[in-house]
Every structure is written in structure tokens, then in C-alpha cells.
């Protein structure tokens, strides 16, 4: 059973959500054979100012 945790500054769309959920059991079954429906995948938005680069934070 794979499992991928998606972890993006800001937020995304339920169809955004969708269309990469889609894209990463597509290419999880083609290169690897794991079906798409034993392919848990887990959405983390974090907030911007909860996020750094280096010494910089995102919402900066």
C-alpha cells in the first residue's frame, strides 16, 4: 500500500487536489505496478508563515 503525504505552502482546490492525486496514482502504477486504489494519498497545507526557506519565511 503506498502512501505519499503532499505538503504545499498556502492552499489548493478540491480539483487541484484531484488532478495530482490522479497524476501520482497514474505514475505509481505505470512505473511501479501498485494499483491505484491501494494508493493512500494525504493533503498538508501549511500556512505560509509556517513555512521558511533558509532564513526567510514564504509570507515574508
Given amino acids: 500500500m503506498p502512501f505519499i503525504n503532499v505538503k ?4 489548493l482546490t478540491a480539483e487541484q487536489k484531484k488532478e495530482i492525486a ?10 511501479a505496478s501498485k494499483n ?6 494525504v493533503f498538508e497545507e501549511v ?11 514564504l509570507s515574508e
Fill in 8 to 11: 504545499v505552502a498556502g492552499t
Fill in 22 to 31: 490522479s497524476r501520482f496514482s497514474d505514475t505509481l502504477f505505470k512505473v
Fill in 36 to 41: 491505484p486504489d491501494s494508493t493512500y494519498i
Fill in 47 to 57: 500556512e505560509r508563515e509556517n513555512w521558511a526557506v533558509g532564513s526567510r519565511l
